[in-house]
C-alpha cells in the first residue's frame, strides 16, 4: 500500500473469507532462487554521488538531486544499466551520514513525495542527510507502464468481469500483460524488491554510509526487511511503519485492502452525512448504497476526461481508496465526488490517483538513464504496483482453476467490499500472463541476525492489520522490536506523536523502546509505555 503520510481508519475482518480465496488460489509453483552467486559488482560500489539542483516543477529550491547507476539484471551486470533517481535534504548541522525514506506503494517515488512533504522529516536533519529515491521502475527511474492515461488500463467493469465469459476476461488479461511488457522497456523482467533490495545497498555505499540507517512505510518495510536478510551485517538504524506482510499471498492482501478501505468509506460517509454538502444527502444507509450506483452507472457509462480519455466507475474506486487513507483529506474528497455529481467534472477526483504528471508526454528512455520528470506516465503507480507485486508473489494459478474458481472469488472479494472488491480482485488477477515472481521473500526472509530494528504497528490501520507487525516480528527473529501504536491510520510517525518522538530517538540518538511497548491515540491520556496485549491482534487486524 501506498503510505500518503496521514492518518488512516481502522479495519474489520470478513470472517471466512480469506480462507476461501487461499483454498481457491492454492500456493502455486515456486520460482527459482532469487539469491544466486553475483559477478563482480565493483564498478557499481565504487562511484560516488554528485549532487545538484533538482529540475521540475514544485521543487523545493533546498532539495538536491543526484543519481546512482545499479545494473539492470545483478546476475549479468554487463547486460546493461539503469540509473536510479535521488533525493535530499542536508543536514542542518554535522552529519553523521543518511537516512533513506521510502514512501511505500510499491510504485510511489520518493522524489516527489518528499518534495511535498519534506517539513515533516526535518527534525531528522538534525543529524542526517534525509535522502529518498525513486526505485526502479517508478517515477524518473525507468518507470514502467501499460500505455494507459491513468487507472484504466487496470480497470475491471461490469461487463469485462462477466463471470459467464471467464475466458474472454483471461484473454483481456493476457493482453493487458503483453501491452505492459511492449510499454515498459527492459527493465519490467527486473523488477520487484529483491533487486531493489540490491539497489538499495548500491545507493548505500555511493553516499558513503558504512551501514544502512531506513525509515520505510508500508510497502517500504517490505523492502526494509528484504535488505536486512540480505545484508544482515550492513544494517545500521532500521525503523519498519506500518508493517506489511512476509507471508501472505496476493489473494489474503487483496482481501484485506478490501475490507479495510470499506471500513474506511464507511467511516466517511458517517462523517459525509453529518454535512449538509455531502453530496449523498444525509441519510447514511442511502449514501452507501448511491456510492455503489454511483460506481456501477460509471461503469456502464464512462465520462470523458481533459486528457482525451474515459473515467470509469473503478477510476473512481482508485481515486477514492487513494483519499480514504488520510482523515485530514475528507473535505477535499466531498468537494471532488460533489464536483462529480453536480457538473461532470473529473479533476478534483483525477488529482487522487493520478501516478505521473498531467499534460502530454514524450518518449520514455530505453537507455536506462533518467526519464524527465514531464515524461512519467500517468499509470506509472498502479503499473508499478501490479508489477512489483507480481514479482514478489510466486503464485500463478492456471487459467483452468481461474476457470473454475471466478464465481466463488467474485463472491468473496464483494461480501469483503461492495465498492473496493472488484477493484481488488482485479488486482490479484492481473499477475495472469506475468512469469511467476520469486519465493526469496516467502521462503527466505526470516531468523535475520542483524542489528535491532523498530517495527511500528498500529492498531487502527486499514491497509497493513496489526497482525502482520506480529507476525513479521517473528519472522525476522530476535532483531525485531515491536512498538504498538493505538491509534488510527495506516502508518503511525505523521499521525502519534508519541511514534514520532520514538522513531526519531531511535534514528537520532539510537535509543529504543522495550519490545511491547506502546504509544496511546493522540489525544488519550498517556498511560505509561504499557505492553502489546498478546493474542492475534483481532481487535484491530485487516
Known sequence: MLAKLSTRPAVRRCAGASALVLALLGAGLPAAAADRPQPDLSRFYGQKVTWQACDGPDMPDDLQCAKVTVPLD?????????????????????????VLLNFGGPGGAGIPELAADGRRFMDLTNGYDVVTFDPRGVGRSSPVSCGGDGEGAFSMTEEDAGLDRPGALLRQ??????????????????????????????????????????LGFSYGTRLGSVYAAQFPGKVGRIVLDGVDTLTEPLSEQGLAGAEGQQTALDDFLDWCTKDLACPFGQDRRAAGDEVVRLVRSLDRNPVPTDFGGSFTGQDLVGAIGQALYGKELWPSLERALASLIEDGDTRRVLAFSSGGIDGPRGRLRTDGGLTDVQDVPMDNLPAALIAVNCADDPDRPTAARITRDLKDLRAAYDRASPVFGRYRLTQLLLCYGRPRGTDFIRDRVRDVHSAKMLLVGTRGDPATPYRWTEETARRLGPSAVVLDSKGEGHTGYVSSRCVHGKINDFLLYGSLPPSGSSCPADGAEETGTGVTPTGDGSGANG
Open 173 to 214: 488479461l493476457r493482453e493487458t500483460a503483453d501491452r505492459c511488457a511492449r510499454h515498459s522497456g527492459p527493465v519490467l523482467a527486473h523488477i520487484g524488491t529483491v533487486n531493489a533490495s540490491r539497489d538499495l545497498d548500491v545507493i548505500r555505499q555511493a553516499l558513503g554510509d558504512k551501514k544502512l540507517n531506513y
Open 74 to 98: 545483478y546476475a549479468r551486470p554487463r547486460a546493461g544499466t539503469l540509473d536510479v533517481a535521488l533525493a535530499r535534504y542536508r543536514a542542518t548541522g554535522h552529519s553523521r551520514g543518511s
